[in-house]
């Protein structure tokens, strides 16, 4: 007979650990993404189509975005890390899949689709897609990877 009194150990919210993974994962890439390639190398901005001002503008509104999101994600890891919720190795692959997708997400429908700005201008940019887009591509299978990984090693997860 088991004593349901007694306290159980604390079990990992799958759910939870990924997507906050995923949250911070797209805000460390949109915060790279923004201060490497829009302000150290000032190679574009979000959104070149428009004035100077715009470009400006449109700089700040994504380096809100992923502040917000990055300080949301911390607080949201904290708050499972705290609870015993947290599996660090969906998190991982979490970020992984979320740096990926931001990434991949970037290089095909802001630079190609929506045309909102190329990574640079005044150059041949199929190389600059190619690995803009290819690196993205390498960290969402990662992230899928890592994530198929940490769910294949769960406890009771038995064999996939």
Known sequence: MVDSSLPRAPTADV???????VLIGIAIMAAVDEIVFHQLLAWHHFYDRSTPSVALLSDGL?????VT???GGFFW????RRRSALSSRLAWGGFLLGAGGFQLFDG???HKVLRLHQ???GV???PYDVLWIASGAVLLLAGVVVL???RSRRPGAGPR
């Open 62 to 66: 994504l380096h809100a975005a992923e």
């Open 69 to 71: 999101a990055l300080v």
């Open 15 to 21: 759910r939870s650990s990924t997507l906050v993974g």
């Open 77 to 80: 890891f904290a708050d499972l």
């Open 119 to 121: 990574i640079r201008y």
């Open 108 to 110: 095909v429908v802001d």
């Open 124 to 126: 041949h940019l199929l």
């Open 148 to 150: 198929w990984w940490a």
